[in-house]
């Protein structure tokens, strides 16, 4: 053994050094026996020290041990950093003999299984995951019986050390994308990484991009089914989120309630969320352009609504509507913010009275009232909520422009927005796939759901194909 790693093996004294001051820190000394036990009290399990160390050390004499230290249960550890590690996840330091063992006795106590408040279904199962990632990986194994489903632990950030996962399906994934995400983890230089949303923006493609480009969800099933598809999936312990990768623009368009339902109305619903997009996207700026620069596209019943409406609006109609969007957005902040009764109540008073009370006093028009509430409505029917922020941040600059150009701003806008997403990947992988490049055998399960008998292939972006086909016959 030489010197550098004689100087690493860990001590008691070494141990309790690091962590001196630290009073949540129970060291446990058994003088007769030449054993000292070193555990953090809020991280254990009393019932496993009771029943995996304590209880085996009552019962052992001292010519004993030694064999008691060869049980499965006992991890030598050689390496002092390593068993600091090792006591603050939660598991028992065992010293004897000049020699360090691990035990784990970490307790299991969280938040129980519920359903997702972000991603409600109707008519699939209910379950989502929580902050302990173990849960997450159990309720996974019991979805995908498979010995093929693969699990890496990585750690990340330099003070936090926190696990993250990285899970996929041998034969079936692209290990490119494998080793390509296990790297962007393990080069990761910072100090905490305290949930997977701060993860993702350190490992995606554009940090700067308006879009996100990696899918998160808080379901397992959904999860459980990008696994199947080909992707490869991260969990980080202590959140809730898990992600996966590649993604395409199309997926956060796409609701696991879309596979539950008849194909029919799977893909109704479908559509509805693109057009939801246009709604959310373009009505009010729409607005500003005609009332500002293109009367002559109103039809003739409604121009004398429309200027009655607005002859006592004393601002151009791009203040007006920028006005009413923030208006919304403070709304939309306060009702997230505030607890779930109260923040609904401030939602809906506040919605109708300030709309109401603009109007009366001449600050907006009715019209601009019906064109913002749709736009709101409609950016509420888009499933992922990351995806929804953005265009509902895209919104605002295409407003400015429709006040500035009229519909020629708002087709230069829109052109933006497109080469944007054209230019973006992620990981490699075209963010609009399966539409450029085009792929139209997966057009099937883009802007509609096709029968699952009509579903036989995996994503292009997984670069595998799956072989079995369905043949559902009646």
């Avoid at 699939?124 to 997450?136: C, R």
């Avoid at 990340?156 to 899970?167: A, F, I, N």
């Avoid at 910072?190 to 949303?197: G, K």
């Avoid at 246009?278 to 121009?303: C, D, G, K, R, W």
């Amino acid at each position: 053994m030489t010197s550098s790693q004689e100087h690493n093996l860990p001590t008691l004294a070494h141990t309790l050094h690091e962590f001196q001051d630290c009073s949540d820190l129970i060291h446990r000394s058994i003088p007769s026996l030449g054993v000292d036990i070193l555990f953090i009290g809020n991280l254990i399990s009393g019932d496993k020290l009771y029943r995996d160390l304590l209880n085996l050390i009552e019962n052992t004499d001292p010519e004993q041990l030694l064999q008691l230290v060869t049980q499965s249960q006992f991890v030598p550890v050689t390496d002092s950093k390593k068993l600091v590690i090792n006591i603050l996840s939660g598991h028992a330091a065992f010293f004897y003999e000049n020699m360090a063992y691990a035990v784990d006795v970490s307790g299991n106590e969280g938040r129980s299984v519920s359903q997702s408040e972000q991603e409600t279904t109707i008519t699939g199962p209910h379950d989502a995951f929580t902050e302990d990632a173990g849960v997450g990986l159990g309720l996974l194994r019991k979805r995908i019986k498979s010995s093929h489903l693969k699990v890496i632990r990585l750690s990340v950030g330099e003070v936090t050390k926190s696990d993250v996962y990285v899970l996929y399906i041998k034969d079936i994934a692209n290990m490119e994308y494998v080793n390509e995400l296990k790297k962007r983890i393990q080069d990761i230089e910072i100090d905490a990484v305290l949930d997977s949303n701060m993860l993702i923006q350190l490992i995606d493609d554009s940090p700067y991009a308006l879009f996100p480009q990696i899918l998160t969800s808080e379901r397992p099933d959904a999860i459980a089914s990008k696994l199947v598809a080909g992707r490869v999936v991260g969990f980080m312990d202590g959140s809730p989120t898990a992600f996966s990768i590649p993604a395409s623009f199309a997926e956060f368009f796409s609701s696991s309630d879309d596979y539950y339902m008849r194909w029919m109305l799977g893909s109704a619903t479908r559509i509805l969320r693109f057009i939801a997009l246009f709604i959310t996207m373009i009505f009010t700026a729409l607005y500003v352009s005609v009332t500002t620069y293109h009367y002559e596209m109103i039809p003739q019943n409604l121009i004398l609504t429309l200027a009655e409406s607005r002859s006592r609006v004393p601002f151009p109609p791009v203040y007006e509507a920028l006005l009413m969007e923030l208006t919304i957005e403070l709304l939309r902040e306060a009702g997230a913010r505030l607890p779930t009764k109260i923040g609904q109540t401030i939602g809906i008073v506040g919605g109708i009275v300030i709309g109401q009370a603009g109007v009366q006093a001449g600050l907006t028009s009715n019209i601009l009232i019906i064109a913002v509430a749709s736009s709101t409505i409609a950016s509420f029917v888009i499933p992922n909520y990351t995806m929804s922020a953005s265009i509902r941040l895209i919104r605002f600059g295409l407003i400015l422009l429709a006040g500035f150009w009229g519909n020629l701003g708002l087709a230069l806008g829109l052109a933006a927005v497109m080469i944007h997403l054209s230019g973006m990947t992620s990981f490699g992988s075209s963010y609009l796939t399966p539409i450029a490049p085009s792929q139209p055998s997966e057009w099937r399960d883009v802007l509609f759901r096709a029968p699952f008998n009509k579903l036989y292939y995996r994503p292009s972006q997984t670069r595998t194909k799956n072989k079995i086909r369905n043949k559902m016959k009646r």
